[in-house]
Nanobody, 127 residues
């Protein structure tokens, strides 16, 4: 079973920064699409940014372009989400997800493409 362990959430003021981490197994990190998704209360889960196996960028949501950056650390099998210039509307539970890369799976921002999920980490941005 794929295990994804997120960390790094917290509470910050608007304009602040946070970095989220998602630790995976070596096999998962090297063979899966991985991504960050978020879900605010009363809203649907949405993609924030996704990466190809090994951590190179595949997709970034328009709402976070220029502020959030996804990157990977091959030595640690970890995907990061660096979040700068945070806004109150970024407040949500953030989830790491993975899906085997291959036929039919192209590391897009489509939530249904991902079948393995972490437990989530809360990000709260105050104005």
């Amino acid at each position: 079973q794929v295990q994804l362990v997120e960390s790094g959430g917290g509470a910050v003021q608007a304009g602040g920064s946070l970095r989220l981490s998602c630790a995976a197994s070596k096999y998962t990190y090297g063979s899966s699409c991985m991504g960050w998704f978020r879900q605010a209360p009363g809203k649907e889960r949405e993609a924030v940014a996704t990466a190809y196996p090994g951590g190179s960028l595949a997709y970034t949501a328009d709402s976070v372009k220029g502020r959030f950056t996804v990157s990977g650390d091959n030595a640690k099998n970890t995907l990061y989400l660096q979040m700068n210039s945070l806004k109150p509307e970024d407040t949500a539970m953030y989830y790491c997800a993975a899906a085997p890369y291959g036929a039919g799976t192209h590391c897009t921002g489509v939530t249904a493409e991902y079948n393995d999920w972490g437990q989530g980490t809360q990000v709260t941005v105050s104005s």
